[in-house]
């Protein structure tokens, strides 16, 4: 069974330009999630979807990132425009359920804002 | 005040050594508590989850949880050089069992 997987794995952009990040969960999981880790600190969680619909989106940081999960399959985070406090890696994780189920991680994206 | 804290290391042993890593918390609501263990380049990967205190064991590997003391610890017999890795302890708060908090992860490496 594939598991959750993320596109690109690396990303240089300039301050300023766009990128867009993509996560295809593991078939039949309803949950997605998002988390980043900026240098030097620890992994934090982003937002939650369930299917489409965004169940918690406490922890984007700001109105420059946008994401998506049409149809309840893959999503993307789009990041709008790129500062370079947004250097970090981002995590995708998926899971069946929800509540204290095991989240399963993707191998990142490293993002890096010149 | 971060709501987990962990000692980022790194710790370096000898094959064969017990391994400790711990860390602390800070809301005494937090109920469900996790290790992860990521390797270079992957992404984090649940290794063991315990809901209260005591112990909880599984190979070579323990979780242990004092919730009098809001600490957490894993203990790795036998540590092998396969478990160089990053560990990270994480919990879920109670409000949103969905979304885990990490501590900042301890980088442990075996040396043969």
């Known amino acids: 069974e594939a598991g959750v997987t993320q596109f690109p794995s690396h990303s240089v952009i300039e301050k300023g330009q766009t990128v867009t990040l993509r996560c295809d969960p593991i078939s039949g999981h309803d949950n997605l999630y998002w988390y980043r880790r900026v240098m030097g600190k620890e992994i934090k969680f982003l937002l939650h979807?369930?299917?489409?619909?965004?169940?918690?989106e406490s922890g984007m940081p700001n109105n420059r990132f946008l994401a998506e999960r049409t149809g309840g399959t893959y999503s993307t985070l789009k990041v709008q425009p790129a500062e370079l406090e947004d250097s970090g890696v981002y995590f995708c994780?998926?899971?069946?359920?929800?509540?204290?189920?095991?989240?399963?991680f993707g191998p990142g994206t490293r993002l890096l804002v010149l | 005040q971060k709501e987990v804290e962990q000692d980022p290391g790194p710790l370096s042993v000898p094959e064969g050594a017990i391994v400790s890593l711990n860390c602390t918390y800070s809301n005494s609501a937090f109920q469900y508590f996790m290790w992860y263990r990521q390797y270079s380049r992957k992404g984090p990967e649940l290794l063991m989850y315990?809901?209260?205190?005591g112990n909880k064991e599984d190979g070579r590997f323990t979780a242990q949880v004092d919730k009098s003391s809001k600490y957490i610890s894993l203990f790795i017999r036998d540590s092998q050089p396969s478990d160089s890795a990053t560990y990270l302890c994480?919990?879920?708060?109670?409000?949103?069992?969905?979304?885990?908090?990490f501590g900042s992860g301890t980088r442990l490496s075996i040396r043969p």
């Open positions: 979807f369930v299917k489409e619909s965004k169940q918690d």
């Open positions: 315990t809901y209260s205190s």
């Open positions: 994780a998926s899971s069946q359920g929800q509540y204290q189920e095991t989240q399963y």
């Open positions: 994480a919990t879920t708060p109670y409000s949103s069992a969905s979304k885990i908090i």
